[in-house]
Nanobody, 118 residues
Framework: QVRLVESGGGLVQAGGSLRLSCAAS????????MAWFRQAPGKERGFVAS????????NYADSVKGRFTMSRDNAKNTVYLQMNNLKPEDAAVYYC???????????WGQGTQVTVSS
């Protein structure tokens, strides 16, 4: 069974940091592009960051560049999203997604809530 499980969300003050994790199982992790998306109440789900299966450079949404860092550990089947200098507008449910070898992201986690107080 293919599964992505996010963790690490929580409540943080503006300017603070959180580290999200996404553990994958049931798939050949090293063959999957991985990504983070987020969805705030009343808004569409939007792209945050991605990292290719080849462990190339990560890509980021403009709104998080310079503050967020995505990484992957293929030995642990896990991706991470280090979020620094969090802003109230970063508050959302964060979802991990996987896509096979440059394909569409078709495997999704259940999400983890990030709340940022001002």
């Amino acid at each position: 069974q293919v599964r992505l499980v996010e963790s690490g969300g929580g409540l943080v003050q503006a300017g603070g940091s959180l580290r999200l994790s996404c553990a994958a199982s049931g798939l050949t992790f090293s063959s999957y592009d991985m990504a983070w998306f987020r969805q705030a109440p009343g808004k569409e789900r939007g792209f945050v960051a991605s990292i290719p299966w080849s462990r190339g450079r990560a890509n980021y949404a403009d709104s998080v560049k310079g503050r967020f860092t995505m990484s992957r550990d293929n030995a642990k089947n896990t991706v991470y999203l280090q979020m620094n200098n969090l802003k109230p507008e970063d508050a959302a449910v964060y979802y991990c997604a996987a896509g096979f070898l440059n394909g569409a992201y078709n495997v999704w986690g259940q999400g983890t809530q990030v709340t940022v107080s001002s």
